[in-house]
T-cell receptor, first 112, second 116 residues
Framework: GQQLNQSPQSMFIQEGEDVSMNCTSS?????WLWYKQDPGEGPVLLIA?????ELTSNGRLTAQFGITRKDSFLNISASIPSDVGIYFC????????????FGKGITLSVRP | DAGITQSPRYKITETGRQVTLMCHQT?????MFWYRQDLGHGLRLIYY???????DKGEVPDGYVVSRSKTENFPLTLESATRSQTSVYFC???????????????FGPGTRLTVT
């Protein structure tokens, strides 16, 4: 089946640093979504990408839809303590409208 | 309040009991989903629904039952709870737009279920 790969499982950075994470797949995706989950809460949609090569920003967050359509990248600039959480990538199942497959997520820790 | 809500937020039940988790959305979204989240497994789809009275199995449906008599509600029932169903359960919804794939799912706050 379609799988999305995110690694490493955890990342530790210093406050103020930039961080980059990626999501890869062996299958082509037509949509990439990035979510963040705060501790004890549900995932929140950060950015949606619908076109290969697309670069979209949301505040300090920037995400890119890879040209090959098999990967996507999320960058966080000038990290702050509230960036702590789990970051998931997601993409649609082939031929199944509205169902998503999720990566296992990257847990980000920010040291003050 | 507008949005997607889940109740209860926390539940402890005993093995063999029936328990129902509630999900309610105010957006009139067509699609609704139930996921469970476990360490090491990420988010796994249990059941989903494309509209009222239309439901389908996801990746891990065994031991769960759903219904959707109204667009805004999508309850998930564990007919006879087992310890392996201890998990955090999330409900999500998507607005389906005709002619395009619509994938932006919006999640509820979750229900943390413990089966003893």
């Amino acid at each position: 089946g379609q799988q999305l790969n995110q690694s490493p499982q955890s990342m530790f950075i210093q406050e103020g640093e930039d961080v980059s994470m990626n999501c890869t797949s062996s299958s082509i995706f037509n949509t990439w979504l990035w979510y963040k989950q705060d501790p004890g809460e549900g995932p929140v949609l950060l950015i949606a990408l619908y076109k290969a090569g697309e670069l979209t920003s949301n505040g300090r967050l920037t995400a890119q839809f890879g040209i090959t359509r098999k990967d996507s990248f999320l960058n966080i600039s000038a990290s702050i303590p509230s960036d702590v959480g789990i970051y998931f990538c997601a993409g649609p199942y082939t031929g199944a409208n509205s169902k998503l497959t999720f990566g296992k997520g990257i847990t980000l820790s920010v040291r003050p | 309040d507008a949005g997607i809500t889940q109740s209860p937020r926390y539940k402890i039940t005993e093995t063999g009991r029936q328990v129902t988790l509630m999900c309610h959305q105010t957006w009139s979204h067509s699609y609704m989903f139930w996921y469970r989240q476990d360490l090491g497994h990420g988010l796994r789809l249990i059941y989903y629904s494309a509209a009222a009275d239309i439901t389908d199995k996801g990746e891990v449906p065994d031991g769960y039952v759903v219904s959707r008599s109204k667009t805004e509600n999508f309850p998930l029932t564990l007919e006879s709870a087992t310890r392996s169903q201890t998990s955090v359960y999330f409900c999500a919804s998507t607005l389906a737009r005709s002619g395009t794939g619509t994938y932006e799912q919006y999640f509820g706050p979750g229900t943390r279920l413990t089966v003893t």
